[in-house]
């Protein structure tokens, strides 16, 4: 092994992490993940079926609403086109 | 895992000169580990898997870091080598020149003079076939040297 080698090892040498490192992973290891946690995973999947069924019948009532416009607009056009005729037979 | 422990963290720490970045990975590499243990049929094998796992990681962590390019809020030398003999200043000039190569030659360095691994064993780690593991080490060293003399570093340390 030659002189810049020897440096590399050197250089190279382990290095010992920060004193409570164990502990660290140790306590990440216990820590629940939200996704291993039934509780939470159960309240997100109702918030998400929730906000699904929500937003649906949100747009339900606009797409009636809507319609219902239409409809109004449909039946004076209709008045107005009834009164025309009448007008104009003798 | 006491008995890993600096192996693991200053695997990523050489890879990665960044301490925050490798006590992330080396925790990361320690919970799979937990996570695989069912796989691990002894305790070389779990040496190996270790070293595979953070390797691969880092180099991860290392390409994530490059998209998103953060300031290190540590990149201050090691506080404690296991070895600390030799040129203090020199091994700061090397740990940086090896940081600074491409992934592969950087890992193999690494590989090579943290962990003392022949080319076989770090072509097994590394999935890499020997004679690009030798290949690696060889234009790896010629630059090293290259760039020590152009810093007006000699084979033996500070030339005046």
Redesign the interface.
Known sequence: M?????????????????AD??A??RA??HRPSAWRSPALAAALMLLTVGGGLAWREHQGQIAKEQVMTAMRITARKLDRIQTHIKEVKP | ??AN???V??LA??LLHDRAA??EV??EA??AL?RSLQRIESPEHAVFWLRKVTVQRSIDEGRRRMRRPQVPLDDQP??????????PL???I??RL?ASLPEAPRSV??LR??E?LDPSEISRILDMPVSTVKSHLQRS?AL??EK?ERRGVG??GWTP
């Open positions: 030659d002189p810049l080698e020897q440096q590399l090892k050197q250089a190279m040498a382990r290095i010992e992490p920060p490192f164990a660290r992973v990440a290891g | 895992m006491r422990q600096s192996m963290f200053s720490y050489h490798a006590e080396a925790q320690f919970l937990h090691p506080l404690a080598t296991v070895d600390a003999k030799g040129d020199l091994s700061g090397l740990r090896i360095m690494v003079y943290q003392d060293l090293l040297r020590l084979e033996f």
